[in-house]
Nanobody, 114 residues
């Protein structure tokens, strides 16, 4: 059974930081590209960051220079370090694993408010 479990979301003030984690099980983690998406109320789900199985990364323009995606294949975990959080960053953040098929986590809520 494939499971992707996100954690690390919460409430943070503007300018603050959060580190999201996504622990995967039931997949061969190292061959999967790993992605973070987010969806805000009333908006479409959008790609935030992706990391290939080789470690190459790609970011949405809106988060470049603020967010960093990384992976630890020994722990079957992908991370999203989010710094300088802005009022436009709140959303449910989802982890997605992609190889032959896509698997999604249940999401973790990020709220930015003073």
């Amino acid at each position: 059974q494939v499971q992707l479990v996100e954690s690390g979301g919460g409430l943070v003030q503007p300018g603050g930081s959060l580190r999201l984690s996504c622990a995967a099980s039931g997949i061969i983690f190292s061959v999967n590209a790993m992605n973070w998406y987010r969806q805000a109320p009333g908006k479409q789900r959008e790609l935030v960051a992706e990391i290939s199985r080789g470690g190459s990364t790609n970011y949405a323009d809106s988060v470049k220079g603020r967010f960093t995606i990384s992976r630890d294949n020994a722990k079957n975990t992908v991370y999203l370090q989010m710094n300088s959080l802005k009022p436009e960053d709140p959303a449910v953040y989802y982890c997605m694993a992609r190889w032959v098929v896509e698997y999604w986590g249940q999401g973790t809520q990020v709220t930015v408010s003073s």
